[in-house]
């Protein structure tokens, strides 16, 4: 999990708290302007406390027993009055306490050191928020949907001996194995490869959901916008702490996907940026994930030697066949 996730969900907590206790300050203060009676019983028993704690700590023993039995006898008036009144109200003292999302921790997230499930579900919302997949929610693996396979094979159309529903079905297999091991070094990255509409961006997306449940930061871009924004950085004169952070985190997310690769326009420096990404992440056992329209002959066409030679091995090599589902969604609705 991202430091960056961890400290933005202790501020939200805490405006959290404060918002809590800030609008049991002022609806406590509403009912005492139209009640003030409320205020005055409460400041005679703010008295009479501090009174007795004073003849506790002052008095000889005899008078102080005395006095106790006294002070106690009026401070149980006050506080049924103070009730009564609130009764008629219809309130009680607990409507004068924050109202707090979470009665297990009272928004604060912990309860003796230990995180609360509130805190912890929290990281993972934030998670899903910072990794940039707007389309978690309906792509996951528990959605994926085979249907859009055929069972028929066809090596003219598609190159291979199995059918696109064997093929995908191992793809899916080896996609969510490769979700519940990102930090093992024996694991390869992967590399999704096919023509358009063949479920790679939705895989990837399934992909990182089951990262993010696992505790995982995950990052999703397009190519396209991921070397645009790094070159961009690259060339700033003034960069802020949170753009740092922003660019810093491309090297560090457990999972870094890079969809629609082949679909940029690119230029020396942007081919700067892929290889710093590629070498850097590899390094430090960094896993990425890369969709693309490309065969892996047109990238190292298009990618030149220099980049994808030295990563070769570090890939593996996932080989999408089927009909295009965008086409085939459009001919179920228009049936
Ligand atoms: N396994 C699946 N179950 C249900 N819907 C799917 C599945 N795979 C893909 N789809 C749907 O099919 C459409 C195309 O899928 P997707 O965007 O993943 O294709 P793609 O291979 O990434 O295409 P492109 O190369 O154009 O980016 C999307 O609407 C997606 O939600
Ligand atoms: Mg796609
Ligand atoms: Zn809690």
Redesign the pocket.
């Known amino acids: 999990m991202q430091g960056n996730v961890f400290r933005k969900v202790e501020r939200d907590f805490s405006v959290k708290r404060q918002h809590a206790q800030s609008d049991a300050r002022t609806f406590k203060k509403n009912v005492y302007d139209e009640n003030p009676e409320l205020a005055e019983i409460e400041n005679k028993i703010n008295t009479i406390a501090l009174k007795s704690a004073k003849s506790r700590i002052f008095s000889d023993n005899l008078s102080r027993e005395v006095e106790q039995e006294k002070l106690e006898i009026e401070l149980a008036k006050l506080n049924r009055d103070y009730n009564d009144k609130l009764k008629e109200l219809g309130l009680t003292k607990k409507d004068f306490e924050p109202k707090y999302e979470c009665e297990k921790c009272n928004d604060t997230g912990f309860i003796d050191n230990k995180m609360c499930s509130c805190f912890n579900q929290e990281l993972i919302n934030e998670a899903f928020k910072q990794s940039n997949l707007s389309k978690i929610k309906e792509?996951n693996f528990e959605?994926?949907?085979?249907g859009?396979y055929s069972t028929c094979s066809n090596k003219e159309k598609y190159g291979i001996e199995k059918s696109p529903l064997e093929n995908i079905d191992g793809i899916r297999k080896l996609a969510y194995n490769f979700s519940h091991n990102l930090d093992d070094t024996q694991q390869k990255n992967l590399l999704f490869t096919?023509?358009?509409?063949?479920?790679?961006?939705?895989?990837a997306n399934c992909i990182a959901c089951e990262a993010i449940k696992q505790g995982k930061s995950v990052i999703y871009q397009t190519a396209p916008i991921l070397l645009d924004k790094m070159v961009d950085y690259k060339f700033r004169f003034n960069k802020t702490d949170s753009e740092r952070e922003e660019y810093d985190k491309i090297f560090d997310v457990d999972l870094l996907i890079i969809?629609?690769l082949g679909t940029e326009a690119m230029n020396s420096a942007k081919f700067s940026e892929l290889f710093n990404i590629l070498n850097t992440r590899l390094l430090k056992n960094k896993k990425i994930l890369i969709?693309t329209?490309l065969t892996p002959q047109e990238i190292k066409r298009e990618y030149e030697e220099r980049i994808f030679s030295r990563f070769v091995g570090d890939f593996l090599v996932c080989r999408?066949v089927g009909e295009d589902?965008?086409l085939l969604?459009k001919k179920i609705v228009s049936k």
């Open positions: 792509e959605t994926f949907d085979f859009y096919g023509s358009t509409g063949l479920g790679k961006t939705f895989l969809d629609d969709s329209n999408f589902i965008r969604k």
